[in-house]
């Protein structure tokens, strides 16, 4: 016969659950993943780290996901829908031809509200732990193309106005401009998310739009 509890060492009682529905706990449990990937990289994620980050069962992860994979599977399908639609609504439909410098400053201050609205998706993005599965490597930069395509087409727009008011003006690549466009903005986004005093998004967008006026002043 088992000994009797001693009321000075209570049984340690497993996290209790409150009831919730399930919509609302599977995204409770997506954020506790996104959470420890963040903190401890892909290496680490499980079934046990993310009920414990959540602060409930096994169970309850498992009465929510089939299994890890299909939980991770959830994770990558919001978090690429939510930073890519994001990402697209800092350029605005319509361009403004006549100042392009001012359209791009005005998109870097959208940027930066938008890291720091949602700065461990970006984290994953622009600065990921080195065991980033290739399947998430693999969506991050189809997706950082199809940004590249947006910003090229922008760039080929702003220089056919151009050459309409100035045929004689330098011919100027939208493919290689938008690559490195892009790649400056992740750098910048980088640095704003791991050491956010060294340039301020005034700062940046400043330059920005000085950088961009020598290369195409507003008519």
Request: proline content about 8%.
């Amino acid at each position: 016969m088992s000994a009797p509890t001693s009321p000075s060492t209570p049984r340690k009682r497993r996290p209790y659950a409150p009831r919730v529905p399930l919509p609302e706990r599977r995204e409770q449990l997506l954020d506790a993943a996104l959470a420890v990937i963040v903190s401890d990289g892909y290496g680490r994620i499980s079934v046990d780290a993310v009920a414990k980050r959540a602060g409930v069962a096994r169970a309850v992860v498992y009465g929510a996901y089939e299994n890890l994979d299909a939980l991770l599977g959830a994770l990558l399908d919001r978090e690429q829908s939510r930073a890519f639609g994001h990402l697209l609504k800092t350029l605005p439909h319509a361009v403004d031809l006549g100042d392009p410098a001012a359209f791009a400053a005005g998109t870097v201050r959208r940027m930066s509200a938008m890291l720091r609205a949602d700065p461990d998706t970006w984290r994953l993005i622009l600065a990921p732990p080195g065991d980033m599965p290739a399947v998430v490597r693999e969506r991050v930069e189809a997706d950082r193309g199809r940004f590249r395509l947006r910003v090229a087409a922008w760039i080929t727009a702003v220089l056919a106005d151009r050459e309409h008011c100035d045929p004689e003006g330098t011919a100027l690549d939208p493919q290689l401009l938008a690559h490195a466009l892009v790649a400056c903005a992740e750098h910048f986004g980088r640095v704003a998310l791991t050491d956010p005093d060294r340039f301020g998004p005034d700062h940046v967008a400043d330059q920005v739009h000085t950088l961009l006026t020598a290369l195409w002043p507003a008519r």
